[in-house]
Structure formats: structure tokens, C-alpha cells
């Protein structure tokens, strides 16, 4: 009796009942049209007529389920009801294309047609066979006209039968709701599973959601790390001269408990982003552009406007010139070259001539260019003549360079670095209408 009546079979009972109760709206719009074309006539008490209007209700139904939000509902159905196996995964997400909308439908309409079926031999067929399988009983059931028996099957030998034939209806009905719930349970792995434009998004999504850590775990090092190469530098220095100048110790603390307080409140915003990529990457429609959109959208702290804390703050001295209008630069582009240019700032601290006193020899100069198509960022800073025990060198460094030519790739830019009229040369070129064509 397992099969027809255990757990599983239940649960696909309760299923076929479900789109039976989905039929019911098709169905009482496929009477009406039926109504319509016989005049007068009671659609309820001819079984042809409800024929009719039952293949009447079946288009409508298969035409709302090309709807994209009906898979989901139907794959959840299933997925609770139908006893699938857990190595066949089913499509998560609307039907976007063609081919998962008609999968979806082709699913559907079965579902409804075979949950009307089963739903009207449930309602029809228990009580009449609960009724007969007691005809022996009770004489009231006996003389019910509902249980009208004819003539020739009304003989001595109907009361000794009669419950056998009850059972044995009970049984054919749960053996039909058996059967056509593992037709259903069979179905659903071929219609509800994800198809290859399904499984494109997918692996888009993924990508999405690995472009935007990427890009967080570049903001980690870019800001962090600048501030660590900042930190030691002043340490250091103040270190050198504590006993001979106690005033500049004082401005190097200042400074590094200003640095160290804008970077906590940087890693507070990045960190806080990394917990909402997860779940924005899988909703976002596009791939790493919107990502990147959204992070330069919620972080703060960085663009053009902040440029001038930043060389304040960073612990080397700096020749600033800007040419343009630095408001015609978008957002996402201001962010990009805020940290471009901390980045260079963090390879001089790491990499430049140092003094005696570990302050820097000679100041870099930095230049931007705002121009009708593109902004050029371009910073030289001095090398030492000979490696300077002074200079800090940050454990793990080496990925920042390598960094600052994905940020400029990903806007459609170029950024390059190395050695220029004896010193170091950073270059990047950012246009600022990302994505509509790439910079020569």
C-alpha cells in the first residue's frame, strides 16, 4: 500500500489537487463560453458540455503560464510536493527566454489537466464509494436514492459484494492519483530544469559577484595599504627625531591618528558593501558594470572633491597642478582616479627617496588634466640612489600597479608605470563617458 498511499504518494496527491484548484478560474470561464453558445441550457448537469469547457479551460491556462513568474511558482510546488530527486536541480528565477517559458507551459498545463481529473474523481468518487463499501450496514444508506441501484444488479448477493466494490473504487483512485502523480514527478527534471540561457545567467551572476570582490578586495588594498605605508613612514620619522624635535612628533601623531581614523571609517563603508555584494550580485541584472556602479555610488571618501585631504594627509610632500573643470568628471570616474593617484602616493612612500630624518628628499608631482573626452592623471616621483632602509615596505605589496591598470581597463582607459627623467612615472588616461568606446 506504500506506493498508492505513503508519504510520497500523499504529497503528489496534495499536488494534482493544487492544479485542480488552479483549474477551477479556466474552468468557470470555459462554462460561460460554453453557456453562451447553448442558450438556457445547465452546463453543470451535462457531462459533454463540461467536457467542452474543461478543453476550453486548458489554453487559457497554458497561455498564463508563459508568464516568467509562473516557473518559479511551479517549480516550488514541485519541489515540495512532487518527491524529486535532490541530484536534479531545478531552474531557480523566472522564465526570461522563449524556450523556458514554453518548457514552464508544457509543464503547467499537464499539472492543471490531470490535478482537474483527479480533484473531480476525489470529490465525485470518495463519497460514493465510502457509500457502498456501508450499503450492507446501514438500511438508510440502502434506501438512499443517491446509492440508485439498478434492477438487475439489485439481488441478494449486492450486500455481500458491495463493500469489496467500494474498496476496490478507493483503490483504483488512488491508484490513478499514483499514476499521474509520477507522471508529473517524471516530467519535472526534463521541463524544470534550467536551460542553457539559464545556465548563462547563472554563471553571469557568478561572475558579477567575483567582479565586485575583486574590486572590493582592490579598495581593501588600495586604502588600507596606503595608510599603512603612511603610518610607518611617519612613525618612523617620528621615531628618528624624538628627542630632537618634539613638535614634529606631534604632527607626525596628529597625522597618524587622523589616517588611521578616515581608514577605519573606509574599512567600516568597504566591509559593510562585501555583506550586501553576495545577494546584489545575484539579483543585478548586468554583470560587473552595475556592481561597480552601486560601490562607487556608496563609497565615501573618495573622488576628485576629496583629492585635497588625501595629499594633505598622505605623508609626503606634493606639487599638485589641475587643469580643467574637475565637476565634469563622473562619479564612478572621480573614484577611480582618487584611488589611482593613493595608489601612486603609496609606491612613493614604499618605494621613494627618503632623508635621514625619513621625510621624503624631494616632492611628487602630481598633474591632472580634465579634458573634453578623457581625464590624464600622470605623478613622477624621485628613486633613491640607493635602497633607503627608511622606506616601508608593506608584506604582500606588488598587486597595486597591477590594480591601478584593471580599474583604468574596466572604464575603457589606459594606465601604465615606469622609469622617467630619473625618477617614476604613473600614468593613467580614464574617459569620462565609461563604456561608450575605448581610449587609444
Same mark, same amino acid.
Request: charged share 20%; with cysteine; hydrophobic share 45%.
Given at each position: 500500500?506504500?506506493?498508492? =498511499?505513503?508519504?510520497?504518494?500523499? =504529497?503528489?496527491?496534495?499536488?494534482?489537487?493544487?492544479?485542480?484548484?488552479?483549474?477551477?478560474?479556466?474552468?468557470?470561464?470555459?462554462?460561460?463560453?460554453?453557456?453562451?453558445?447553448?442558450?438556457?441550457?445547465?452546463?453543470?448537469?451535462?457531462?459533454?458540455?463540461?467536457?467542452?469547457?474543461?478543453?476550453?479551460?486548458?489554453?487559457?491556462?497554458? #497561455?498564463?503560464?508563459?508568464?516568467?513568474?509562473?516557473?518559479?511558482?511551479?517549480?516550488?510546488?514541485?519541489?515540495?510536493?512532487?518527491?524529486?530527486?535532490?541530484?536534479?536541480?531545478?531552474?531557480?528565477?523566472?522564465?526570461?527566454?522563449?524556450?523556458?517559458?514554453?518548457?514552464?507551459?508544457?509543464?503547467?498545463?499537464?499539472?492543471?489537466?490531470?490535478?482537474?481529473?483527479?480533484?473531480?474523481?476525489?470529490?465525485?468518487?470518495?463519497?460514493?464509494?465510502?457509500?457502498?463499501?456501508?450499503?450492507?450496514?446501514?438500511?438508510?444508506?440502502?434506501?438512499?436514492?443517491?446509492?440508485?441501484?439498478?434492477?438487475?444488479?439489485?439481488?441478494?448477493?449486492?450486500?455481500?459484494?458491495?463493500?469489496? #466494490?467500494?474498496?476496490?473504487?478507493?483503490?483504483?483512485?488512488?491508484?490513478?492519483?499514483?499514476?499521474?502523480?509520477?507522471?508529473?514527478?517524471?516530467?519535472?527534471?526534463?521541463?524544470?530544469?534550467?536551460?542553457?540561457?539559464?545556465?548563462?545567467?547563472?554563471?553571469?551572476?557568478?561572475? @558579477?559577484?567575483?567582479?565586485?570582490?575583486?574590486?572590493?578586495?582592490?579598495?581593501?588594498?588600495?586604502?588600507?595599504?596606503?595608510?599603512?605605508?603612511?603610518?610607518?613612514?611617519?612613525?618612523? @620619522?617620528?621615531?628618528?627625531?624624538?628627542?630632537?624635535?618634539?613638535?614634529?612628533?606631534?604632527?607626525?601623531?596628529?597625522?597618524?591618528?587622523?589616517?588611521?581614523?578616515?581608514?577605519?571609517?573606509?574599512?567600516?563603508?568597504?566591509?559593510?558593501?562585501?555583506?550586501?555584494?553576495?545577494?546584489?550580485?545575484?539579483?543585478?541584472?548586468?554583470?560587473?558594470?552595475?556592481?561597480?556602479?552601486?560601490?562607487?555610488?556608496?563609497?565615501?571618501?573618495?573622488?576628485?572633491?576629496?583629492?585635497?585631504?588625501?595629499?594633505?594627509?598622505?605623508?609626503?610632500?606634493?606639487?599638485?597642478?589641475?587643469?580643467?573643470?574637475?565637476?565634469?568628471?563622473?562619479?564612478?570616474?572621480?573614484?577611480?582616479?582618487?584611488?589611482?593617484?593613493?595608489?601612486?602616493?603609496?609606491?612613493?612612500?614604499?618605494?621613494?627617496?627618503?632623508?635621514?630624518?625619513?621625510?621624503?628628499?624631494?616632492?611628487?608631482? =602630481?598633474?591632472?588634466?580634465?579634458?573634453?573626452?578623457?581625464?590624464?592623471?600622470?605623478?613622477?616621483?624621485?628613486?633613491?640612489?640607493?635602497?633607503?632602509?627608511?622606506?616601508?615596505?608593506?608584506?604582500?605589496?606588488?598587486?597595486?600597479?597591477?590594480?591601478?591598470?584593471?580599474?583604468?581597463?574596466?572604464?575603457?582607459?589606459?594606465?601604465?608605470?615606469?622609469?622617467? @627623467?630619473?625618477?617614476?612615472?604613473?600614468?593613467?588616461?580614464?574617459?569620462?563617458?565609461?563604456?561608450?568606446?575605448?581610449?587609444?
Amino acid at each position: 500500500m506504500t506506493p498508492l =498511499l505513503g508519504r510520497r504518494a500523499r =504529497l503528489r496527491w496534495l499536488h494534482l489537487i493544487i492544479g485542480g484548484a488552479l483549474l477551477m478560474p479556466y474552468f468557470l470561464v470555459g462554462t460561460v463560453m460554453v453557456g453562451s453558445f447553448r442558450a438556457g441550457a445547465n452546463v453543470f448537469s451535462s457531462p459533454v458540455d463540461q467536457l467542452i469547457a474543461f478543453a476550453f479551460a486548458l489554453p487559457m491556462a497554458s #497561455a498564463t503560464a508563459l508568464f516568467p513568474l509562473a516557473r518559479p511558482l511551479s517549480v516550488s510546488a514541485a519541489r515540495a510536493l512532487c518527491g524529486l530527486p535532490p541530484d536534479r536541480p531545478l531552474a531557480d528565477g523566472p522564465a526570461r527566454t522563449r524556450q523556458a517559458r514554453v518548457r514552464a507551459a508544457l509543464w503547467y498545463t499537464p499539472h492543471v489537466a490531470l490535478g482537474g481529473i483527479v480533484s473531480g474523481m476525489t470529490l465525485a468518487l470518495t463519497p460514493f464509494a465510502v457509500g457502498v463499501t456501508v450499503l450492507p450496514f446501514f438500511a438508510a444508506v440502502r434506501e438512499s436514492p443517491v446509492l440508485d441501484v439498478p434492477e438487475a444488479l439489485d439481488g441478494p448477493w449486492l450486500p455481500a459484494l458491495a463493500p469489496f #466494490a467500494g474498496i476496490a473504487m478507493l483503490a483504483a483512485m488512488a491508484g490513478c492519483a499514483a499514476a499521474a502523480g509520477a507522471l508529473l514527478a517524471n516530467r519535472a527534471p526534463v521541463l524544470l530544469v534550467p536551460t542553457p540561457d539559464d545556465r548563462l545567467a547563472a554563471a553571469e551572476r557568478r561572475a @558579477a559577484g567575483l567582479a565586485v570582490r575583486n574590486q572590493l578586495a582592490r579598495e581593501l588594498d588600495d586604502s588600507v595599504g596606503h595608510a599603512l605605508s603612511a603610518v610607518t613612514l611617519q612613525a618612523g @620619522a617620528a621615531r628618528r627625531v624624538l628627542d630632537s624635535d618634539p613638535e614634529f612628533v606631534r604632527e607626525a601623531l596628529a597625522a597618524t591618528e587622523e589616517t588611521t581614523r578616515r581608514t577605519v571609517d573606509e574599512l567600516d563603508s568597504v566591509l559593510g558593501l562585501l555583506q550586501r555584494t553576495a545577494e546584489d550580485a545575484e539579483t543585478a541584472g548586468t554583470a560587473e558594470g552595475a556592481g561597480a556602479a552601486g560601490f562607487a555610488q556608496d563609497t565615501t571618501g573618495s573622488g576628485l572633491d576629496a583629492l585635497d585631504g588625501l595629499l594633505a594627509r598622505c605623508g609626503v610632500p606634493v606639487s599638485y597642478t589641475a587643469e580643467g573643470d574637475r565637476g565634469a568628471v563622473p562619479g564612478v570616474v572621480g573614484r577611480e582616479a582618487y584611488r589611482i593617484v593613493q595608489e601612486g602616493l603609496s609606491n612613493a612612500l614604499r618605494h621613494g627617496a627618503h632623508g635621514a630624518d625619513g621625510g621624503h628628499c624631494g616632492p611628487v608631482r =602630481l598633474r591632472i588634466t580634465v579634458r573634453a573626452e578623457e581625464v590624464e592623471i600622470v605623478m613622477d616621483s624621485p628613486l633613491p640612489a640607493r635602497p633607503s632602509p627608511a622606506a616601508p615596505v608593506r608584506p604582500g605589496g606588488g598587486r597595486g600597479l597591477r590594480g591601478v591598470r584593471e580599474r583604468a581597463v574596466l572604464l575603457g582607459g589606459r594606465a601604465g608605470a615606469g622609469p622617467h @627623467a630619473g625618477g617614476w612615472r604613473l600614468t593613467a588616461r580614464l574617459p569620462l563617458r565609461p563604456g561608450e568606446r575605448e581610449l587609444p
